[in-house]
C-alpha cells in the first residue's frame, strides 16, 4: 500500500492552456473523490467515481473539467482552457466506502499565468 | 444539504497548554463527521471520526472530540499541545452512508514555545 498519489505535484500554464492531471488511488479502493482547495479555504468537492461510474458532480465543476476513471483504477481530471481562477490545488481521495477514512494524497498545485 | 463553521480561523496556544478548535455542523438528515489535519506542505490525514455509538472519539496525536447532537458540534481537544502540532485543521460533514463531504475553513493551530 503505497498510499494515493498524483501526478504532477505542480503545473505551471499559461491562460487558455488545457491540462491534465492524474490520481492513483490505493489499489483496493473504489470510491475516488476530486476537490479543489485555494489558499485559506477547505477542500471543496468536484466529484466522485464509484469504480469506473462517475456519480456525482459539483456544480462547481464547469463544463470546462471532465474527469474519467476508465478503468476503475486511475483517474484523470483535465480543465480546458485554463484560466486565472483555476489557480488552486487539487486534490485526491479514495476510500472503501462510505463513512470510511478519505485517504488524501499530496495534490496538485495549479497555477494558471 | 451540509455546512460546517469552524468558529476560529487562528488559534494561538503555548507548548503544553490545552486546546480546543470548535466545529459546528448544520444538516436535516444523519451526519458522519471528521477531522483532518494538514501539516505544512503535506496532504489531509485523517485525525478522528465519528460514525455512531459513542459521543466521545479518540484519534491519533492525543486528539479527541466529542458529538453534542442537540447543539450541533464537533470540537476538537487536546490536554497538552506540542510544537509539531501546529499545523491547519479541517472539521468535515458528510450524510451518514453518502459520499460527498464538505469541509470547513480550516483553523490554524500555531503552538509557541
Given at each position: 500500500d503505497t498510499g494515493v498519489s498524483q501526478d504532477p505535484r505542480h503545473k505551471i500554464t499559461k491562460r487558455g492552456q488545457n491540462v491534465t492531471f492524474r490520481c492513483d488511488p490505493i489499489s483496493e479502493h473504489n470510491r475516488l473523490y476530486w476537490y479543489r482547495q485555494t489558499l485559506g479555504q477547505g477542500p471543496e468537492f468536484l466529484?466522485?467515481?464509484?469504480?469506473?461510474?462517475?456519480?456525482?458532480?459539483?456544480?462547481?465543476?464547469?463544463?470546462?473539467f471532465s474527469a474519467e476513471r476508465p478503468k476503475g483504477s486511475f483517474s484523470t481530471l483535465e480543465i480546458q482552457r485554463t484560466e486565472q481562477g483555476d489557480s488552486a490545488m487539487y486534490l485526491c481521495a479514495s476510500s472503501l466506502s462510505a463513512g470510511d477514512?478519505?485517504?488524501?494524497?499530496?495534490g496538485t498545485r495549479l497555477t494558471v499565468l | 444539504a451540509q455546512s460546517v463553521t469552524q468558529l476560529d480561523s487562528q488559534v494561538p496556544?503555548?507548548?503544553e497548554a490545552p486546546v480546543e478548535l470548535r466545529c459546528n455542523y448544520s444538516?436535516?438528515?444523519?451526519?458522519?463527521?471528521?477531522?483532518?489535519?494538514?501539516?505544512?506542505?503535506?496532504g489531509l490525514q485523517l485525525l478522528l471520526k465519528y460514525l455512531s455509538g459513542s459521543t466521545l472519539v479518540k484519534g491519533i496525536?492525543?486528539?479527541?472530540?466529542e458529538f453534542n447532537k442537540s447543539q450541533t458540534s464537533f470540537h476538537?481537544?487536546?490536554?497538552?499541545?506540542h510544537i509539531s502540532d501546529t499545523a491547519e485543521y479541517f472539521?468535515?460533514?458528510?450524510e451518514t452512508g453518502g459520499f460527498?463531504?464538505?469541509f470547513g475553513a480550516g483553523t490554524r493551530l500555531f503552538v509557541k514555545a
Amino acid at each position: 500500500d503505497t498510499g494515493v498519489s498524483q501526478d504532477p505535484r505542480h503545473k505551471i500554464t499559461k491562460r487558455g492552456q488545457n491540462v491534465t492531471f492524474r490520481c492513483d488511488p490505493i489499489s483496493e479502493h473504489n470510491r475516488l473523490y476530486w476537490y479543489r482547495q485555494t489558499l485559506g479555504q477547505g477542500p471543496e468537492f468536484l466529484t466522485y467515481f464509484q469504480n469506473e461510474a462517475q456519480l456525482e458532480k459539483s456544480r462547481l465543476l464547469s463544463d470546462r473539467f471532465s474527469a474519467e476513471r476508465p478503468k476503475g483504477s486511475f483517474s484523470t481530471l483535465e480543465i480546458q482552457r485554463t484560466e486565472q481562477g483555476d489557480s488552486a490545488m487539487y486534490l485526491c481521495a479514495s476510500s472503501l466506502s462510505a463513512g470510511d477514512t478519505q485517504y488524501f494524497g499530496p495534490g496538485t498545485r495549479l497555477t494558471v499565468l | 444539504a451540509q455546512s460546517v463553521t469552524q468558529l476560529d480561523s487562528q488559534v494561538p496556544v503555548f507548548e503544553e497548554a490545552p486546546v480546543e478548535l470548535r466545529c459546528n455542523y448544520s444538516s436535516s438528515v444523519s451526519v458522519y463527521l471528521f477531522w483532518y489535519v494538514q501539516y505544512p506542505n503535506q496532504g489531509l490525514q485523517l485525525l478522528l471520526k465519528y460514525l455512531s455509538g459513542s459521543t466521545l472519539v479518540k484519534g491519533i496525536n492525543g486528539f479527541e472530540a466529542e458529538f453534542n447532537k442537540s447543539q450541533t458540534s464537533f470540537h476538537l481537544r487536546k490536554p497538552s499541545v506540542h510544537i509539531s502540532d501546529t499545523a491547519e485543521y479541517f472539521c468535515a460533514v458528510s450524510e451518514t452512508g453518502g459520499f460527498k463531504t464538505i469541509f470547513g475553513a480550516g483553523t490554524r493551530l500555531f503552538v509557541k514555545a
